[in-house]
């Protein structure tokens, strides 16, 4: 216990140390897209399909089909096929970190390794001890989306669009007032297109019983093309639902057309004057989930170790180009907070300890 209070006494001294120096005064970015897959497992993001929960019927309903569409001979080429948009232009363009056999490490620093307290470190910039369910229970601490939206500039643009009903709990929609729309929220009728896709949404299947994550982005997409704010959290559930379902086929179906969305929000951005070279996206997940080929890969939390292990990607304006990154120093989720603040130019300080920004990845003039 004292050990690790003393390394974030650590890590705070540092974090005053890098602020001073690194204020980039020809910083481009000016509008955040933070984009999370929910317990997407890096061995699939840097390795492609799992060969060995392929083959298992119990996971893999159609092996065939699922090989034809995403295996390939090399590792590589596999990948490749799932994440495309990562791949292609994240890789050639931005930051892609977590590949652990290539020495890379991240990883959660909560105990608990499943999604409240993960999304808590992710987004609150620490591990609370006390963040310790799933439950519908308002986070006691304040978020990074909370105090960007409190900043000069910043009021009434922020919004969160999010597959799972308690992401409102997470980011505390009653105390923050951030514009959360998650799960059975109605979309709000601002244009023709929202008001279909809030149809629709009554009444499709919900295979997983949260809303479809095509739903949950083409809401946001369309929502800002008609409000156009500066910062937006797209949270994304299927992944982790299809994962507990034990359905290989689907858990990386899903995956690969979240890739889809989120190449397709980079285009439709990249045509907007607003957007275009000035933003800023953010992948990344909550948690890990059990190690490659193994059965576990379904689960995740405290009694699995790999589950804390996690992938996250950068791309935008003051991103250097590093493709996928080889051993770098450990990285972990709470430095995240810090980070999204520093991209648009703020210091994150609130009324809790914070973990320092991620090094090398917020701003070009560092
Ligand atoms: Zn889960």
Known sequence: MKKSQLSFGLLL???????????AQNRKTENLVVITLDGLRWQEVFQGLDKVIVKQEMFTKNAKGLRESFAADATES???KIFPFLWSTVAKEGQIYGNRLKGSLVNVKNKYQFSYPGYNELFTGFP?????SNDNINNPNENVFEFIQKQPGYENEVAVFATWETMPYILN????GLNINADRDS???LSPE???LDDLQKLVTRPVEVRLDSLTYMGAREYMKVKHPKVMYISFGETDEFAHEKEYDQYIKTAHSADSMIADLWTTLQ???QYRDKTTFVITCDHGRGG???DTWAEHGDEIPESGQIWMAFLGPDTKALGEVKNSPQLYQGQMATTLARFLGLEFKTNHPTMTPFPGVSVTAQ
């Not at 929609?173 to 923050?176: A, G, L, N």
Request: glycine share 2%.
């Open 13 to 23: 001294l540092l974090s005053v140390v890098v602020s001073a120096s690194s204020f």
């Open 271 to 273: 045509a907007m004057e």
């Open 173 to 176: 929609r009653d105390r923050s």
């Open 292 to 294: 490659l080929g193994r």
């Open 194 to 196: 929202l008001k279909l």
């Open 78 to 80: 596999s990948r490749q």
């Open 187 to 189: 979309f709000p009728a």
């Open 128 to 132: 609370d001890v006390r963040i310790n």
